[in-house]
């Protein structure tokens, strides 16, 4: 059965850090591509952050280049969000993804709220 597990969401102040863990079983994750994706309320989902199944090659949105770090540990089947400087536009629900040629498996979120 395919999990991915978030965790590392909550509550944090404006220029705070999270690191936010997800947690994969039940495929083959060095073969997967992950991806963090976040979406606010009334908002679209967007993604975040992705790294790369094969070099470690990593990419971030605009707003989240130089704030935000994406990690993998494929020994322990984890990919990881380092986020720092956080703002209250960082409120949202993030969301774990692994993709691989046509298949494509999402968790369940873990929620980040910034703010006073």
Excluded: H
């Excluded at 997967?32 to 949105?61: F, H």
């Excluded at 089947?77 to 629900?93: G, I």
């Amino acid at each position: 059965q395919v999990q991915l597990v978030e965790s590392g969401g909550g509550l944090v102040q404006p220029g705070g850090s999270l690191r936010l863990s997800c947690a994969a079983s039940g495929f083959t994750f060095s073969r997967y591509v992950m991806s963090w994706y976040r979406q606010a309320p009334g908002k679209e989902r967007e993604l975040v952050a992705g790294i790369t199944n094969t070099d470690g090659s990593t990419n971030y949105a605009d707003s989240m280049k130089g704030r935000f770090t994406i990690s993998r540990d494929n020994a322990k089947n984890t990919v990881y969000l380092q986020m720092n400087s956080l703002k209250p536009e960082d409120t949202a629900v993030y969301y774990c993804n692994a993709r691989w040629i046509s298949m494509e498996y999402w968790g369940k979120g873990t929620l980040v709220t910034v703010s006073l």
